[in-house]
C-alpha cells in the first residue's frame, strides 16, 4: 500500500494499532474506536500525533471531545457498495469543522477517488502497482461539477456566472 496525501506520495509515520494491542511506548498511533473510548484521555496526553480510525458502522458522533486533537482520523471503506465513509467526510469537514487529515483506508478504488476528495479526503492508501501515477489519472477525470462540496471548488453554475 502507498499513502497519498496531498495529491504526493508520503511517508506515513503513523502505526495501526488493534484495539486488543498495547500502545506503543512512543511514536505516532492510529487506534479503533474501542481503544479511543477506553484510552481517550491517556492518548491524549502522548506528545506524539494522534489518530483515529472509523468503520463504516462507527458515525463520526462517537468520536466525543478530542476531535480538534486528532491529527489524522482514517474511514474504512470496507467495500465498493458501502459508501457511508463519504457522508462521514463531509460530516467531520463541515458540520464538526475537522481540519486535521482525512484517510481513506480499505476498498479505496482508483474509480471514486474524485468523490473522495470531493467529500474531504485528502489522503489515501492505495493498493496499486504505480498509486502516484494512477491517482492523477483518476482525480483527472473530471474538470467541472454540479454540486458544491467540501473541496471548495467552484461548481458549473458558478463558472458559467463569471464568464
Do not use: C
Not at 476531535?67 to 467531520?92: M, N, T, W
Not at 469543522?97 to 467529500?119: K, S, W
Request: a negative charge; proline letters at 4%; glycine letters at 6%.
Amino acid at each position: 500500500m502507498a499513502l497519498i496525501k496531498n495529491g504526493e506520495l508520503a511517508d506515513d509515520s503513523f502505526v495501526f494499532v488493534d484495539d486488543d494491542a498495547a500502545l506503543p511506548p512512543n511514536g505516532a498511533v492510529i487506534v479503533g474506536l474501542a481503544l479511543w473510548q477506553t484510552s481517550r484521555e491517556d492518548l491524549l496526553q502522548r506528545s506524539e500525533a494522534i489518530g483515529l480510525v472509523l468503520k463504516s458502522d462507527q458515525p463520526p458522533e462517537l468520536i466525543g471531545d478530542g476531535l480538534q486533537q486528532l491529527a489524522v482520523i482514517a474511514l474504512e471503506f470496507p467495500a465498493f457498495r458501502d459508501g457511508r465513509a463519504y457522508s462521514y467526510a463531509r460530516l467531520l469537514r463541515e458540520k464538526y469543522d475537522f481540519r486535521g487529515e482525512l484517510r481513506a483506508v480499505g476498498d479505496v478504488l482508483l474509480e471514486q477517488l474524485h468523490f473522495m476528495v470531493r467529500t474531504g479526503f485528502d489522503a489515501f492508501d492505495i493498493q496499486s502497482d504505480d498509486s502516484l501515477a494512477d491517482f492523477e489519472v483518476a482525480a483527472a477525470d473530471f474538470s467541472v461539477w454540479y454540486q458544491p462540496t467540501a473541496d471548495g471548488r467552484d461548481t458549473a453554475l458558478e463558472l458559467r456566472r463569471r464568464q
